[in-house]
């Protein structure tokens, strides 16, 4: 069955980067795109941006560009989503979530999420 | 960028009522729209893709509709494990997601 495990909690101080991992399992790689969306404390969803884990194109949320980098290791089928000059309100759950079987076809699978809490 | 909306951004209902949730986007999205559910402490789920596909293994009183700006989920007879958080995303262009509606025991 498809599984995506996420690494674990991070803390970190403002300004430092963070990368969170996402171990997929259970179907092949390549063939489906991952998105990262994360969610502050008692807040709504934001996606942040998508990958596809065939040839690394990748589509950011403005609100990030500059910030954000996600990334693939098609040996490990792992997807990483790294953070830099982290704010508190970076504060959040970061999720990712693997596409469905075609364009708007949501994203089926999800993994349990990363807390990551920015702090001084 | 697409702005979505949710009504009502909160309700309260019974086990067995019928529950609609409207979603609203700023442009047309054509049927560029999904659904999920999100329980406290879990991630999403989702419910529904291409504004009207039932995600495999969603029950069946799950149901949703619409077309271009104006999108509903119906909840045709809710069941206590459905007390939960209900976002709408779109993915016709740069995805984002409604601001949610919460749904809760009267």
């Known amino acids: 069955q498809v599984q995506l495990v996420q690494s674990g909690a991070e803390v970190k101080k403002p300004g430092a980067s963070v990368k969170v991992s996402c171990k997929a399992s259970?179907?092949?790689?390549?063939?489906?795109?991952i998105s990262w969306v994360r969610q502050a404390p008692g807040q709504g969803l934001e996606w942040m941006g998508w990958?596809?884990?065939?040839?690394?194109?990748?589509n950011y949320a403005q609100k990030l560009q500059g910030r954000v980098t996600m990334t693939t290791d098609t040996s490990t089928s792992t997807a990483y989503m790294e953070l830099r000059s982290l704010r508190s309100d970076d504060t959040a759950v970061y999720y990712c979530?693997?596409?469905?079987?075609?364009?708007?076809?949501?994203?089926?699978?999800w993994g349990q999420g990363t807390l990551v809490t920015v702090s001084s | 960028d697409i702005q979505m909306t949710q009504s009502p951004s909160s309700l309260s209902a019974s086990v067995g009522d019928r529950v609609t949730i409207t979603c609203r986007a700023s442009?047309?999205?054509?049927?560029?729209l999904n659904w999920y559910q999100q329980k406290p402490g879990k991630a999403p789920k989702l419910l529904i893709y291409?504004?009207?596909s039932l995600q495999s293994g969603v029950p069946s009183r799950f149901s949703g509709s619409g077309s271009g700006t104006d999108f509903t989920l119906t909840i045709s007879s809710l069941q206590p494990e459905d007390f939960a958080t209900y976002y709408c995303?779109?993915?016709?262009?740069?995805?984002?997601f409604g601001p949610g509606t919460k749904v809760d025991i009267k």
């Open positions: 291409a504004a009207s």
């Open positions: 990958i596809s884990a065939y040839n690394g194109n990748t």
């Open positions: 995303q779109q993915s016709y262009s740069t995805p984002n």
């Open positions: 259970g179907y092949t790689f390549t063939s489906y795109g």
């Open positions: 442009q047309s999205i054509s049927s560029y």
């Open positions: 979530a693997r596409d469905g079987y075609y364009y708007g076809s949501g994203s089926p699978h």
